[in-house]
């Protein structure tokens, strides 16, 4: 099982980015079994957990993002997406997909987010 993650870039501050995750290998109850989640590791700090998708469809975003951004999960496409709105330079960072399923946790290697001023 391996989660490859995309769709990072280079945007202006207010704009959007959509990040997607995808679970290749994974079989279909596993994955839609698993939370879902979204960290970010900001220049020089740790990485934090900034939205999750539970089995139940509840979500949880902390502060400094709800809002702006949506975290959905596309069981027959195995994929987690991110979509980031009203983007701004402290959003600027690596974005890991994480994913913790009775078949095991799994990271995704993370794309770059950076937004400019």
């Known amino acids: 099982v391996q989660l490859q993650a995309s769709g990072g870039g280079l945007v202006q501050a207010g704009g959007s980015l959509r990040l997607s995750c995808r679970a290749s290998g994974m079989i279909l109850s596993v994955f839609s079994s698993g939370s879902a989640h979204w960290y970010r590791q900001s220049p020089g700090q740790q990485r934090d957990l900034i939205a999750r998708?539970?089995?139940?469809?509840?979500?949880h975003y902390t502060d400094d993002v709800k809002g702006r951004f949506t975290i959905s999960k596309d069981n027959s496409r195995r994929t987690v997406y991110l979509e980031m709105n009203s983007l701004k330079p402290e959003d600027t960072g690596v974005y890991y997909c994480?994913?913790?399923?009775?078949?095991?946790?799994?990271w995704g290697q993370g794309t770059q987010v950076t937004v400019s001023s």
């Open positions: 994480h994913m913790d399923t009775y078949g095991g946790k799994y």
């Open positions: 998708f539970t089995p139940g469809e509840s979500t």
